[in-house]
């Protein structure tokens, strides 16, 4: 299996070293570093890695901005905020740009590691409290007077093309579970649960697991 491949923005040079450090260590394959967005976006277009680990607060644009420039340049890159800042509004701009998930810079490197795993293999990643406030915007937003309704006011029914396992999985996504938890419940293995979730992105073409969640609680798949 090839190593999953990353790139670490964060303007503090010792910092950015050490977590580039520490990738490589535990078996990561370090495509690039940088300390400026701009920079990050062009170098990410030629790397090309699977996870840009992002710090929130860069010199020249904001994180937000870098995360709309990565997802222009690669679509299917996954970004995860590894930030000084867990402020409510941070984790929300962050997320609603396109963010897989958010760690505060306090999290134990153990805990770090696993996260980058986790997001490689689609998984939405908070820092403990962040994920209940992540949800619960996505909930307060699908409840808003945008959202689409039918004829009746019933929200709109989920995709026909979904099948009836790739729904079930859904619904579980929406509230909030990790593969893991998908695969305890239903019984299948963490690699079935991940075929499921890739499965229903491309259906619905959508990029990550936050936008599938937000998909499903507009369509009311949390209740």
Do not use: C
Not at 7 to 23: F, K, N, Q
Not at 103 to 115: D, G, N
Not at 207 to 215: G, P, S
């Amino acid at each position: 299996m090839n190593p999953i491949r990353v790139m670490v923005v964060d303007d503090h040079p010792m910092w950015r070293e050490g977590v580039a450090r520490d990738l490589t260590e535990a078996g990561f394959l370090v495509v690039a570093t940088s300390g400026e967005g701009r920079q990050a976006i062009r170098v990410a277009a030629a790397a090309r890695p699977d996870v840009v680990v992002l710090d929130l607060q860069l010199p020249d644009i904001s994180g937000v901005e870098v995360i709309l420039g990565l997802r222009a340049a690669l679509p299917a890159v996954r970004v995860l905020m590894l930030s000084a800042s867990g402020e409510q509004q941070s984790v929300l701009d962050a997320v609603k740009a396109g963010a897989t998930g958010y760690l505060v810079k306090s999290t134990a490197p153990a805990e770090f590691l696993e996260a980058v795993h986790r997001t490689a293999a689609g998984d939405a990643v908070f820092t403990p409290g962040l994920a209940g406030l992540v949800l619960g915007e996505y909930r307060r937003l699908a409840a808003g007077p945008g959202r689409e309704t039918g004829p009746a006011g019933a929200a709109e029914p989920p995709t026909p093309q979904l099948t009836e396992r790739e729904t079930e999985v859904l619904r579980l996504v929406a509230k909030g579970m990790s593969y893991k938890q998908i695969a305890q419940r239903l019984g299948l293995s963490h690699r079935t649960v991940q075929n499921h979730v890739q499965n229903t992105l491309g259906k619905l073409q959508l990029h990550n697991r936050v936008e599938l969640t937000r998909y499903a609680i507009e369509r009311g798949l949390d209740d």
